[in-house]
């Protein structure tokens, strides 16, 4: 395995940190350093400094970015930890004293192909949601049990209070004049049991699995992607040393997907776990990669690790477009990515992985150029197809913790 490959990956995440001076090939001095409105109030959050920019875009948004932290602290990498610290400690700062998280913090609209620190539009914080909030108190607790800090441990407890007391989902839709990203949850179910999985690891107290219990889902094994965090309450209960009756079934649940996972991509051409190809179907790939293999690492299945190794292939170059999609790595690699400092810059940064092909054309670009395309061909190397050719934090995170897993196992 190519540790250069894993090094950049991670550095990727490193280079879209806010609110502080980076050097490199990619320079650029402290961004977004001041106060954020208050949607629908006239008050400030002050001190918001901190955590990633999500994508190609500079907005910061708890929703992705606790799927990220996820995945960064389940490769369990040093230099992954440090780095989810980052945005852990940042989310920190978007926790209201009732113990609700604000859904995001950007401006009202897209900067132009800009350096983070040109973005100078007022800066806002959305309105709190239950996602946002139970994303939190699992990333939280998740870490507490890792690094055995309070200072993680307390705000998640915290969370889970305001859980408690908003029993019903609160949504989250872009308030008036708002167009950034949305992250639009409309269910929290997956969340709340993944906060309540999280916080029975890092305490011991029989409360939260009981009420993890009342929320399990089977099909949890079964979803992914940043609006589903079941199966993270699923990996917290297997990492951890803890042993409720839920874990043997967590371990069944990931076994079951697996034996899925494998049927899936041997109907694919590319022997990818995919049937169909969404917005981000890259991360479907490696979420799924790692799913495969948990099921190695819990039954000691050649098979898995085989099927896993191959979600990696897909990515470096076995599919419909002959090509890697992640940039400064293969003959043929994303020239254009979608995003802003490899635009302004005039260079792609390397170590990012696109989103891949997206079947139902969700950009002007896509709608003009793909249209009676096989599914497999709805992609472009084109800065205007944000729908398949953007790169995210969450994505980069998702095939760092598979490239990991593998190099660990492989
Ligand atoms: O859940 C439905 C599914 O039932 C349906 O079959 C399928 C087909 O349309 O759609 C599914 O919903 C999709 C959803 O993602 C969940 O996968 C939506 O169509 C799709 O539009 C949505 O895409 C998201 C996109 O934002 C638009 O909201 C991507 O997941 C998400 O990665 C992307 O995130 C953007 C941010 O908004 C802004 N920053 C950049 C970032 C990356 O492109
Ligand atoms: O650059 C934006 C990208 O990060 C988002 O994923 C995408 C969808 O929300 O939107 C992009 O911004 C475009 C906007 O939606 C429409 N005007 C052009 C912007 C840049 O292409
Ligand atoms: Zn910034």
Redesign the pocket.
């Known amino acids: 395995m190519d540790s250069d490959l894993s090094d950049a990956v991670l550095k990727m995440i490193t280079a879209q940190r806010c609110g502080t001076q980076l050097t490199g090939d990619f320079p650029h001095p402290a961004c977004h350093a001041g106060r954020a409105l208050i949607w629908g109030t006239d008050g400030y959050l002050k001190d918001c400094t901190g955590g990633w920019h999500?994508?190609?875009?500079y907005?910061r948004y708890v929703v992705p970015g606790a799927k990220a932290v996820m995945d960064l602290l389940l490769s369990g990498r040093a230099d992954a930890l440090d780095e989810a610290r980052w945005e852990l400690d940042w989310m920190l700062k978007m926790q209201n004293s009732d113990g609700g998280v604000y859904h995001k913090l950007t401006c009202r609209d897209f900067p132009g192909f800009v350096m983070p620190d040109q973005e100078t539009e007022e800066l806002i914080a959305s309105p709190v949601s239950t996602a946002a909030t139970a994303d939190f108190a699992g990333v939280m607790a998740f870490a507490a049990s890792i690094f055995h800090e309070k200072r993680y441990l307390v705000p998640a407890m915290m969370a889970y209070v305001f859980l408690i007391a908003n029993p019903s989902i609160i949504p989250f839709f872009n308030p008036e004049g708002m167009v950034?990203?949305?992250?639009s949850d409309s269910c929290d179910k997956d969340e709340r049991f993944f906060a309540s999985c999280a916080l029975y690891c890092a305490t011991s107290n029989p409360y939260f699995m009981k009420k993890a219990r009342s929320l399990y889902d089977m099909d949890f094994a079964s979803q992914g992607?940043?609006?589903c965090m079941g199966i993270y309450g699923l990996l917290c209960l297997i990492h951890s040393r803890k042993r409720p009756d839920l874990k043997w079934n967590a371990k069944a649940d990931i076994l079951s997907r697996a034996d899925e996972l494998v049927c899936i991509a041997e109907l694919n051409p590319f022997k990818a776990a995919l049937s169909t190809y969404?917005?981000?179907s890259n991360m479907e790939v490696t979420d799924n990669g790692c799913l495969l293999m948990e099921a190695f690492r819990i039954s000691g299945k050649e098979k898995y690790r085989e099927y896993a190794k191959k979600q990696l292939d897909y990515i470096l170059g076995n599919n419909a477009q002959k090509m890697s999609f992640i940039t400064g790595f293969g003959e043929k690699s994303p020239l254009h990515p979608h995003h802003r400092p490899s635009e302004a810059m005039g260079k792609p940064m390397p170590g990012m992985m696109v989103?891949g092909p997206d079947q139902?054309l969700?950009d002007p670009y896509a709608l003009e150029n793909f249209k009676g395309l096989e599914p497999c061909m709805c992609y472009a190397d084109e800065l205007a197809s944000?729908s398949t050719n953007?790169v995210?934090v969450y994505w980069n995170a998702s095939l760092f913790r598979l490239i990991t897993m593998l190099e660990n196992n492989g």
């Open positions: 999500d994508a190609g875009d907005g950034t990203g949305e992250y992607d940043w609006d969404r917005w981000g989103g139902h969700q944000y953007e995210s």
